[in-house]
């Protein structure tokens, strides 16, 4: 139990739809982060919110609208998706954002765009 | 630019030791991470060095030269349980995280 849960954990979109993935983390940190991963790709800082406050945005498509109303829960709103956005995406918490502490992840949504 | 490079896939022996490297160029450095991502799972964190030299935890070992660039992470008395991707990821000036694309370890009777 790593104290991250995500839902969906399993996501089958067409490009016209609308979806959300939910976070929530129930260690008391300050920092949330969205990742993307593709296969034997690095992983991919998508957003980074540190005490509810987006702090970071790597020039993701505006088709990715994040949303954290506080700080145990984070949001990522889909909407007219590309087949290549097709990936696991990862949200993950540490205790601060500003210093070197580990991440913990949630196990994912495997999101397949069609 | 920033970069992590490490080897692709490895394959090693049950009961065997296995060392995994990692080089890194980054802007600044802030500390090493090594993750552990099992097939279908969400990674989890093995060790952090800041500092040169060797941290050791139970079977595992991470190795630390920050002149060099390079890191290792030492696996021994493998087991079948520690067939999984092993992710090395730097911390920059800006703490933010810089990872690699990962090491499929494969271990075989």
């Known amino acids: 139990e790593t104290g991250v849960t995500q839902t969906p954990r399993h996501l089958v979109m067409g490009m016209t739809n609308k979806k959300s993935l939910k976070c ?3 260690l008391g ?3 949330m982060y969205w990742y993307k991963q593709s296969a034997k790709k690095p992983l991919e800082l998508m957003f980074v919110y ?8 790597n020039s993701v498509p505006s088709r990715f609208s994040p949303e954290c109303p506080n700080s145990s829960h984070l949001f990522l709103h889909l909407h007219t998706l590309q087949p290549e956005d097709s990936a696991l995406y990862l949200c993950a918490s540490s205790l601060q954002r500003e210093a070197s502490y580990e991440q913990y992840f949630g196990p994912g949504t495997r999101l397949t765009v069609t | 630019g920033q970069n992590i490079d490490q080897p692709t896939e490895m394959t090693a022996t049950e009961g065997a030791i296995v060392q995994i490297n990692c080089t ?5 450095f802030n500390g090493l991470f090594w993750y552990q991502q099992h097939a279908g799972e969400a990674p989890t964190f093995l060790s952090y060095n800041v500092l040169d030299g060797l941290e050791e935890k139970g079977r595992f070992s991470s190795f630390l030269s ?3 660039g ?3 992470l030492l696996l021994k008395e ?9 992710l090395c990821a730097v911390t920059d000036s800006n703490y933010q995280l810089i990872w690699g694309a990962g090491t499929k370890l494969i271990i075989k009777p």
């Open chain 1, 24 to 26: 929530e983390q129930h």
């Open chain 1, 29 to 31: 940190h300050n920092a």
């Open chain 1, 50 to 57: 540190s005490l509810e406050e987006r702090v970071e945005n």
């Open chain 2, 24 to 28: 890194y160029q980054t802007s600044g």
């Open chain 2, 66 to 68: 920050r002149s060099k």
């Open chain 2, 70 to 72: 390079y890191s290792y």
């Open chain 2, 78 to 86: 493998l087991q079948m349980k520690d067939s999984a991707s092993y």
